[in-house]
Each structure stands twice: as structure tokens, then as C-alpha cells.
């Protein structure tokens, strides 16, 4: 009896499936004895750290540090494999094989970029995901540290304050970011003002470059090492330690809050502290956050503007500065609380500081929802009718916030081509634009309410370029085809990250990655 069409597709389907299935395995034991001949150190079996997809520990590794949940759904493509390395030649293994088996690389240190780019991928890749990596070395006497990227900040505080009150780094207020990224793309904090960038402080790295070397600031030269200090390091190898100036910090620091809402005068002093929060100061850092709330009166919506400040020094000292700059907020000796440097780091990442700074060494994200952030910089202060505006988008919106930091001090002092961070002087402040939902079916109401605030925003900020803050990463800027995109078609992007700087960084990118393997939707090009 003649056998009928459809089963006749139906056993190719099966034979091409198993085929699919065989060649699949066949690959993946390829290579794991890739990784397992180029891995110098053979003291972990491999299956500690290498994750296949079928493996029982691929998900939860995979989910651990993603942060934005617009990234965790079916269609995200995962990793073909996720390497979680013990030391550098694990790394070097990683790079040589993924070339080898023409996959891309992705490398999480703290899972935090806003975009997802550490862990997701429009083609097939390798996660290296540097959780493993994260010792810390303080040297007090040296006034330095060398800290491994997988390292989260709240994990180097705790030890910078476990062997000194009176040491910190000028780093991020959330202590669940990664070393690695934060520090590649410049790092801002509380103490910024004073200190300068994270990026600022770093007097020597260690990389595997895309052959597979392993490179200091010796080896590597100053141009690569000029590139990685806020240019992104993952568009030039994998970036596994730092070592770091720690800067001196008082015993005793101040913070304070003073909360308004638009009914209660918030936008006269918005207009104020606008004019002169770039100019206090440097051992004062007071930035404005504001949020969607209920009115008191009525069950109408208001905006609040939080004023939230660390002063590096006594509250004795810091009311009269704020009565000479800003009295109109109206600040009191009873509105401050002093405390060491480690307690205000809870306190800036929103815990008690009665708590126990051990709070700090917990990894796991206090937030992790749905979320689209830009950025913006602001030269001129907005108008009263431009702030006006922008409280009516917000209203449309009552999960957004606007945290506005402000620049000025140490920041400056530097030039813009000191590092690829190019945000110096002439910024009064820094806007950050946020708004969270919590179910998927939302996401694109959301980010067209993101882009309309954005295009709101546009006379009043930065012009030629609009410029941008790489940490804060928006593919809504523009974004890299597949393979290789001209310069002309980044700089459509670069251009707002870097503006100057760009050029510098294709330059240090086509002379040590020419064939741009290390690359992403927002990685440096290579002249071609």
C-alpha cells in the first residue's frame, strides 16, 4: 500500500528534528571541550561553571540578575550557554570558544543596564555573567583597592567600611549594581561633587583582550585604558578586576530631606535650586526627586519634590551654608542627622540606618519590575512655563519620577576628554526620566508616554548633541545593525553618550578589536 503524503512529511519532520536535536548535542559537547582545553585552571569541573540550556541551574542563573522584567519573557533570546567564571582563564576559554563556534559574547557583572544588553541578544551568544569574580582587596595604608567586576557596590562599601570609617568611593546609591559596568560607564554618587566619577578614581585594570591575552594598564596602553574608564568596556574585552583610589571621607557626614508638593510652593523651589545646585559647595550634594502622590485636600494627584542632600562634614556646619544659598527651604538644625559615611549609604539606598550594613551584602535587587529610564542634561535653567508643562506629563503617568542631580565641584574641573565620560563643565544638572508598570501587557503604552515626555523635553536640555548618560543606556537613541555599522550611523548615538570623545573611541576600538567581535546594539564601531 502506497504510504500517503502526509506521513511521508511527517517522518522527514521527525528525522529532522532528531537530526536538529543530534547536531544540537553534538555542538554543545564541542564545545564544553573547547572550554575544558583552553581553561588552564582545572580545579572546578567544568559543570560549575558552564551552564548549557538544559542544564537544572540554566534559569535560575540566567534570571538572577535580570533586572528589567521587559527582558524575561518567551521571546527573549536566551544564551546558548552561560559561563560563569572562577578565574581569567576561564574567561580567556570563553572568548577563544564563542569565536570558535561564531557566537557573540554578552558580560553581566550586575545584570543593571537598563537596556538588557548584558544578558540579551538579537544574535546567538555566550553569557559571561562575572558573579563568581567579586573579591575585594583594600589597602588602607595605599589609599587604594583592587575590586573584581562581578562585585556588587553595596558589597565594596561594606568592605571598605569594614576596615575604615573614615574611607569611601564615589560610586552609585543602589548597592545592588555591578562593579564592572557601573565603573566602565562612569559611576556617579552622593560624593560625586567632591570626588568626581568612579571612572575617575581607577589607576589600573585587568582585561582579556579579544585574542584571548590578559592585559594591565601597563600592557594594554594608555588609549585602551583611557577607552574602558566610562566608555563601555564591553565594546573592548571583558573587564574582570579594577584597582581604585578610595578617597577620605569625614567621620561624621549629614543628610537631611525636605519634601514639598506643587501646592506647598515645590515649584519656587524647584525654579530656586535650579539655579544654584551646581554652585554650593562641593562637600554638599543636594539633589531633587519628584513623584506622583494624592493632594492632601482632595483625592486629586499633586507632584512631590523631595530635596534630598549628604553634606560631608557636621550639621552645625551645613545649616548656615543652606541658610546662605537656599533659605527659602527653610532648613533646621532638628531637619539633619549626622552619621558615619556606611550608614548613608543605607540610607541614600532607602533602609534604615539603624539596620545592620550586612543589608549591603544582599544581591538580590529591592526592585525588579517593568521600566524604560532616559537621560538629559540640563545648561540653562528651565522656565517656570517649562516646568509647568512637564508636571502635566508626569500627572499622565503616576508611577514616573524625575531624580535631577546636580553637577558643578569636582565635576567641573575636569576636562571633558580626561576619560570618554565627556559631561563636565557647563552642566548645571542631570536629568533622569523613570516611569514602572507591572504587567507586560503595558509596556507599550508606557514607553510611547516615555517618548512623548522626552520629545516634551527637548527645548529645554542639551542641543547638538542631546546628549546622554551611557549608564542610563536608551536604545530609543539609535542602535547598531547586525555585524557592522558604519561611524557615520553610531554617531547618530555615540555622538550623545561621548559627543568629542566618540571619534577617540572607534579609533582605541578599530586598532584593538578590528574585527569587532566584542559587539553590541550600543557597542563603539570600527572605522571601516
Not at 495 to 519: A, C, H, Q
Request: aromatic share 12%.
Amino acid at each position: 500500500m502506497a504510504m500517503s503524503i502526509s506521513v511521508i512529511l511527517s517522518l522527514l519532520l521527525t528525522l529532522l528534528v532528531s537530526f536538529s536535536s543530534v547536531t544540537s548535542d553534538s555542538v554543545d559537547d564541542s564545545f564544553l571541550q573547547c572550554i575544558s582545553s583552553h581553561s588552564q585552571n582545572h580545579s572546578k569541573p567544568i559543570s560549575e561553571f558552564v551552564l548549557a540550556k538544559n542544564t537544572s541551574a540554566y534559569s535560575s542563573v540566567f534570571q538572577s540578575s535580570v533586572r528589567n522584567l521587559r527582558f524575561l519573557n518567551t521571546s527573549t533570546t536566551k544564551p546558548e550557554f552561560i559561563i560563569t567564571p572562577f578565574n581569567e582563564s576561564h574567561i580567556q576559554a570563553a572568548i577563544v570558544c564563542a569565536k570558535a563556534y561564531d557566537m557573540q559574547i554578552r558580560i553581566r557583572s550586575g545584570g543593571h543596564d537598563y537596556e538588557g544588553l548584558s544578558y540579551v541578544s538579537e544574535e546567538k551568544f555566550v553569557l559571561i555573567d562575572l558573579v563568581n569574580l567579586r573579591s575585594i582587596s583594600i589597602d588602607i595604608e595605599k589609599e587604594s583597592a583592587w575590586v573584581e567586576s562581578g562585585a556588587t557596590l553595596g558589597e565594596f562599601y561594606y568592605k571598605i567600611a569594614e576596615k575604615s570609617n573614615v574611607y569611601g568611593f564615589p560610586a552609585g546609591s543602589c548597592p545592588t549594581v555591578g562593579v564592572g559596568g557601573h565603573i566602565s560607564g562612569g559611576g556617579f554618587g552622593t560624593i560625586f561633587r567632591k570626588y568626581g566619577l568612579a571612572a575617575d578614581t581607577v589607576i589600573d585594570a585587568k582585561i582579556v583582550d579579544v585574542n584571548g591575552r590578559i592585559l594591565d594598564r601597563k600592557s594594554m596602553g594608555e588609549d585602551l585604558f583611557w577607552a574602558i574608564r566610562g566608555g563601555g568596556g564591553a565594546s573592548f574585552g571583558v573587564i574582570f578586576s579594577w584597582k581604585v583610589r578610595l578617597v577620605q571621607i569625614p567621620p561624621s557626614v549629614t543628610v537631611f530631606k525636605v519634601a514639598k508638593t506643587l501646592e506647598q510652593g515645590a515649584s519656587k523651589l524647584l525654579q530656586k535650586w535650579q539655579r544654584i545646585g551646581d554652585k554650593l559647595p562641593e562637600d554638599l550634594f543636594l539633589h531633587a526627586a519628584t513623584e506622583v502622590v494624592n493632594a492632601s485636600s482632595n483625592n486629586n494627584k499633586t507632584i512631590r519634590v523631595s530635596f534630598d542632600s549628604l553634606y560631608l562634614g557636621e550639621a552645625g556646619k551645613l545649616v548656615p551654608v543652606m541658610q546662605d544659598n537656599f533659605p527659602e527651604l527653610g532648613l533646621k538644625l532638628e531637619n539633619c542627622t549626622e552619621m558615619s559615611w556606611i550608614q548613608s549609604v543605607l540610607y541614600f539606598a532607602g533602609f534604615s540606618t539603624s539596620e545592620s550594613s550586612e543589608l549591603l551584602l544582599n544581591r538580590t535587587a529591592q526592585f525588579k519590575g517593568f521600566f524604560k529610564a532616559k537621560s538629559d542634561y540640563v545648561k540653562e535653567p528651565i522656565s517656570e512655563t517649562g516646568f509647568e508643562g512637564l508636571y502635566k506629563k508626569l500627572l499622565e503617568a503616576e508611577t514616573s519620577g524625575l531624580i535631577l542631580t546636580p553637577y558643578g565641584g569636582k565635576m567641573s574641573q575636569i576636562q571633558d576628554s580626561e576619560t570618554p565620560f565627556p559631561h563636565r563643565r557647563g552642566n548645571i544638572y542631570k536629568i533622569q526620566y523613570m516611569v514602572t508598570w507591572d504587567k507586560e501587557e503595558e509596556t507599550e503604552q508606557h514607553l510611547r508616554w516615555m517618548r512623548s515626555l522626552y520629545s516634551y523635553m527637548a527645548p529645554y536640555v542639551s542641543k547638538s548633541p542631546r546628549a546622554a548618560y551611557l549608564n542610563y543606556r536608551d536604545l530609543d537613541l539609535g542602535r547598531n545593525k547586525n555585524g557592522n555599522t558604519s561611524f557615520a550611523q553610531a554617531s547618530v548615538w555615540g555622538l550623545k553618550y561621548f559627543k568629542n570623545n566618540f571619534k577617540r573611541l572607534v579609533k582605541v576600538k578599530t586598532e584593538t578589536d578590528p574585527s569587532n567581535f566584542f559587539r553590541n546594539e550600543q557597542s563603539i564601531p570600527v572605522f571601516s
